[in-house]
């Protein structure tokens, strides 16, 4: 059974793997992983394989590009939370 995730808490998703990791190792670990976002769905493994570097050091680095690639809707409405604390 696949995993359900929300945007604002995959820094503990992130923080399970080993650093450093190429996309596509990290790519396979959340191949499962669906991601909750503000515009609906996406499948996390999928996000994090078209990744532009090629080895993240730490998951800020991979969790900021993350947040660079997803569009603007994805996120939410500007200064708007999710509600979630």
Known sequence: MGREVRLSHLDALFGELDYPIAPGAAAAEFDDVTLRLADGEENLGELVADLPDDQYQSSGEMMAD???????????????????G
């Not at 993350?66 to 979630?84: I, Y």
């Open 66 to 84: 993350l947040h660079n690639t997803l569009p603007r809707g994805a996120v939410g409405e500007p200064f708007q939370s999710e509600g979630d």
